[in-house]
């Protein structure tokens, strides 16, 4: 084969080559492209709704805005599991209720009451044995009735026998027997194997893990019942390590949450933790936060503002333009092609209709003021 007869051999096969490739591509259409989560388009007649102006940096004094969660308050929490093993034969205290510190909350069985108990008399009659021997032995040593060895292991047998008893009498005081009780001389002493189970302080059963019958006691990780008081809660926020000279132990701050938007409750800044995270370059801080009308509820969102100072330059854009949910903050930002972006930010101070935009936008960048719940609408909507 000469050389110009190969050059068109090898012309004509990448031109059938390249015509089989043409074949089996198929154009893909803009209703076929992937969706992006993050990216928003709407109708002509819903632009009308949408107001964009550009982030500016403005000069904001108000609030330092801070991320939270609502808490129980840690010093008005308890779990209450049971010191004794036994069944239970009564539960008083129901889901919802409120108890006072000393209640009753249940009644168990227990053997182990009457086993401690017969352990505490065998251990009494011991030592009472044993002190009457080494008050003997001391008197029959001062009489040189008795050698030197003898008194020493009486006086050893007194000891044993008396650290014996003040081991049985504290098992019986850590299964709440009262004290007074074994204080009374044996024949008027009354010792049951019924077991009050009571609160250790006063409020409310928010958990309750018991059932008449249920056998207790013989798992240290049984919990069965979680005690709270709701009137005063904590709320837990994070403050970065920029802003922490800005947030002191007894500073008051004023707390929302998502469910009543309008409304501030008044917190006590509580504790400052000692320990940056070092992911999230933040400290933990908690604020005490009085609940009279039972409003705040645990694991609720929430934000926390804290009195600043003289007014600082930042960047900033109108509070309706952030949506926050489940404690992640966004906005949308007006694209080139006209499509509207999700984009996360973090989020500072705030001031009037005014909030800081500290990560997630720059200066120029064209925003959403208004609409932006409507938008968010229709990306939900796919």
């Known amino acids: 084969m000469t050389h110009a007869g190969a050059m068109v051999l090898v012309c004509t096969l990448a031109l059938g080559l390249g015509a089989c490739d043409r074949g089996e591509t198929k154009a893909i259409t803009p209703a076929q492209k992937p969706r992006q989560p993050d990216v928003v388009r709407v109708p002509p007649e819903a632009e009308r709704q949408i107001v964009v102006e550009p982030v500016r940096t403005k000069a904001v004094f108000g609030d330092l805005g801070l991320s939270g969660k609502v808490q129980y308050s840690e010093d008005r929490y308890a779990k209450v599991s049971s010191p004794v093993i036994g069944r239970v034969t009564d539960v008083r205290a129901k889901l919802g209720e409120k108890v006072a510190t000393g209640e009753t909350l249940l009644t168990i069985e227990s053997a182990e009451i009457g086993s401690a108990y017969s352990d505490y008399v065998k251990a009494e009659s011991d030592l009472q044995f044993a002190t009457r021997n080494y008050e003997l032995a001391k008197e029959l040593y001062e009489t040189k009735a008795m050698s030197k060895k003898d008194l020493v292991q009486s006086q050893n047998d007194f000891l044993k026998f008396q650290a014996e008893y003040r081991r049985a009498r504290q098992r019986l005081l850590s299964l709440r027997v ?21 609160s250790p302080l006063g409020g409310t059963v928010v958990e309750r893990n018991v059932t008449i019958g249920q056998l207790v006691g013989n798992d240290p990780t049984q919990m069965l019942y979680t005690i709270a ?7 837990v926020a994070e403050v970065y390590e920029r802003d922490l000279s800005r947030v002191s132990r007894g500073m008051m701050v004023s707390v929302t949450v998502e469910a009543y938007p309008g409304e501030r409750f008044p917190a006590t800044v509580v504790y400052v933790g000692d320990v940056v995270d070092p992911v999230t370059r933040t400290i933990k801080i908690r604020c005490n936060v ?6 705040l509820k645990p694991e609720m969102f929430a934000r926390v503002s804290v009195q600043t100072g003289p007014p600082t330059p930042m960047l900033a854009v109108p509070k309706e333009a952030v949506i926050e949910i489940g404690g992640h903050t966004f906005v949308y930002v007006l694209g080139e092609d006209g499509a509207y ?41 796919g």
């Open 178 to 198: 009262p004290a007074a009780e074994l204080d009374k001389p044996r024949e008027q002493q009354r010792i049951s194997s019924r077991f009050d189970l009571k």
């Open 341 to 381: 972006l999700r984009r996360t930010v973090v989020t500072g101070t705030v001031a009037g209709d005014t909030i800081q935009i500290r990560e997630g936008l720059q200066a120029g960048e064209r925003v959403v003021v208004k609409g932006a719940l409507l938008l968010k609408g229709e990306q939900e909507k």
């Open 290 to 295: 009085k609940n009279p009308a039972l409003k």
């Open 229 to 235: 008081d709701l009137g005063i809660l904590q709320v």
